[in-house]
């Protein structure tokens, strides 16, 4: 939610903003701004309301001057998305800018206590209270023997000290050239360190192409920074530890190449990503995955008896489908809690009782939330985290990396897959701890081996399937329906189709359509099955046919060489032969292109759909 970039060096400033906005723009787009210092004490501020590139064609030929700036691209919470509403927020003087992600929630007071004192708003926002409040502060050590720079410094500490709520900020003052201080409390904030230039963003794919030297912020570090130099301090005073990462992807990998949506590079991108998770994580000798990073010992692990699998939206769809796997493998009780609920709700869990949280962005503010309530309670959390050096992947307890490359579009896909494919690797390995055989891990290991090969013959039908998506072009909602192993693939695809393409769409358990769904049936309303060769699947025919017989068009996803599907369903989408409990990781792939290029052909923004934003760090 909002993205945030501030440059200082020896480059001319705006470019390089604007362009770190546009790879940050899927973290927030309804409006965006930079601020940038020149020399002459100045700050010149330019602000749009809406996509990235309204704001480039107002900076246009014509860009603010200045080797120093800030930036910031726009997921509304207070006030509309307006050109007021847009950061950088300035202080009382005009002097001091801002760009804050996150959520201020005592503004209201704070902004009447300002008022009354006779300063003056010109947004709804509450980030430009901050802005006003280091202003004052800083106004106030006028006086001071400090250095303006570290009067700037005491003024965002002093300000931080009066706010509730969360922030990732960069601020810079005119009377300061070359300086940016910024600080963080439950929104990321990353440090790039380039040669005569330094960098303060909300993540690393806005600076890779500068730097692939980073340090990831922790809650309460304040950072201040020149082009040559950069000093870390925790908010309240005191140094802190940080360690300095390289980036683990290319500029390349974050942009969408010949692909027309990052979407569909994403889908594209899943041989390689799913042979990623499980790539040196197989053993054969022990017909077995091997899983270092939870750190945990053999017996540790033999003591496990209860797993509960917290995330959020997809992420929450790949535990439900983990919890099937894990269960079918290992018989590990298991269960999934959605994380927003899980923080609030109290669960009963016992010392043996493994927590898993689930991110592809690992900054999801309520997974996070969630990760920190399970710690207090003196739990292990493991993480199943795609960004490298996320918060939950630094705060978690152990852990293992997806290494899918970057997600860029808003509706997730690739991180889906990945996610399932190292649920099944968890419960492989806790399976053959307990009552799976030699020969049953063995055949699991060459059923994931098969499985790239297999999601690319299912990429190789995106023409059928657009076909497909064209003919149901007028549907106003889609039913999504599967059993065991394909319910959560269900739920999945409902929300890829209702998140880009608008419609109403739901995911249901197909035994439940008689006990209520079923009403909704009509000619209009099409169903897709997911309804491979498994042994669920004489079941799955029978809800089938109950919607086929109330004239209900169905379109069927299911396994290569059942022609039965052609009789009964209008159209018909094969995936491979695979063993049920790995058909999600084949079954979601027609559904997330179904949901491509049906919202392609709506002329739906797939990449950045309305009202969302990429990585959810606001409550
Ligand atoms: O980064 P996370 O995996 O924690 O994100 C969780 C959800 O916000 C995310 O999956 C969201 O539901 C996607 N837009 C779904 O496509």
Redo the contacts with the bound molecule.
């Keep these: 939610m909002c993205g945030i970039i501030g440059y200082v060096g020896k480059e001319s400033a705006a470019p390089i903003l604007l362009e770190g906005l546009r790879k940050l723009e899927y973290r927030g787009y309804d409006s965006s701004g930079i601020a940038v210092m020149n020399g002459s004490n100045t700050i010149h501020t330019r602000k749009k309301k809406g996509r990235l590139q309204n704001l480039r064609d107002l900076v246009g030929e014509n860009p603010p001057e200045g080797e120093c700036g800030i930036s910031h691209t726009r997921w509304a919470t207070h006030g509309e998305p307006t050109d007021e509403n847009a950061h950088p927020h300035l202080d009382q003087s005009g002097k001091l800018a801002i760009v804050h992600n996150g959520v201020i929630e005592n503004y209201q007071p704070l902004r009447k206590a300002l008022e009354a004192e006779g300063h003056v708003f010109h947004s709804q926002t509450d980030s430009e209270v901050l802005a006003h409040l280091v202003g004052k502060k800083y106004e106030a050590s006028a006086e001071s023997d400090a250095t303006p720079q570290m009067r700037l410094v005491a003024a965002v500490r002093d300000a931080l000290k009066l706010i509730s709520g969360t922030y990732g900020i960069v601020t810079m003052h005119a009377d300061i050239p070359g300086f940016l201080v910024g600080a963080r409390l439950g929104s990321p904030l990353v440090v790039g360190l380039g040669k005569g230039e330094n960098f303060l963003a909300s993540d690393v794919s806005a600076i890779v192409s500068h730097t692939s030297d980073a340090i990831y912020l922790s809650d309460r570090d304040l950072v201040y920074m020149t082009d040559s130099d950069f000093k870390i301090e925790h908010v309240e005073g005191g140094s802190v530890e940080f360690e300095v990462s390289r980036v683990d992807f290319t500029p390349e990998q974050a942009e969408k190449g010949e692909y027309p949506h990052y979407m569909l590079k994403e889908i594209f991108e899943q041989p390689t990503t799913i042979a990623n998770v499980f790539r040196g994580r197989l053993s054969d000798d022990e017909a077995s995955a091997k899983l270092g990073g939870l750190n945990l010992t053999p017996q540790e692990l033999r003591d496990v008896d209860r797993i509960v699998l917290v ?5 929450s769809h790949a535990a439900m489908a983990g919890e099937y796997i894990i269960e079918h493998l290992s018989r590990i009780p298991t269960e999934v809690e959605i994380a927003s609920e899980f923080r609030y709700r109290n669960l009963p869990m016992d010392k043996n009782t493994l927590i898993f949280v ?7 503010i309520d ?1 996070l939330a969630a990760m920190r309530e399970g710690q207090r309670k003196g739990h292990r959390v493991l993480s199943i985290v795609n960004s490298v050096g996320s918060t939950i992947a630094r705060e978690s307890d152990g852990g293992s990396y997806l290494y899918s490359g970057p997600e860029i579009g ?3 896909t690739k ?1 889906f897959t990945s996610q399932v494919m190292m649920m099944s690797l968890l419960g492989l390995l806790l399976g053959r701890m307990r009552n799976l055989s030699m020969r049953e891990g063995q055949r699991m290991l060459a059923e994931i081996r098969d499985l790239p090969a297999k999601v690319e013959m299912i990429l190789q039908q995106t023409e059928k399937i657009r076909a497909i998506a064209l003919k149901y072009i007028d549907a106003q909602g889609m039913l999504f329906l599967g059993r065991q192993f394909n319910f959560p693939t269900a739920m999945e695809g409902a ?2 189709m209702k ?1 880009i393409s608008y419609i109403f769409a739901s995911g249901h358990a197909s035994a439940e359509l008689k006990h209520g769904v079923i009403a909704l049936i009509t000619e209009d309303l099409p169903s897709v099955f997911i309804i491979p060769k498994d042994s669920v699947y004489d079941k799955n025919v029978s809800s089938l046919e109950e919607v086929k017989a109330r004239k209900g068009p169905v379109i069927a996803i299911t396994t290569e060489g059942n022609t039965d599907m052609e009789d009964i369903a209008n159209d018909v989408i094969y995936i491979p032969e695979v063993d049920e409990c790995l058909s999600p990781i084949l079954s979601v792939i027609p559904l997330q292109l179904l949901s491509y290029h049906f919202a392609v052909a709506r002329e739906c923004d797939v990449d950045k759909p309305r009202n ?1 934003a ?3 760090t606001v409550e």
Excluded at 358 to 364: A, D, L, R, Y
């Design positions: 995330g959020c939206g997809t992420a689930i991110s592809q962005s690992g900054e999801t997974t808003v509706a997730a991180s929300l890829k998140e969302l990429k990585s959810v």
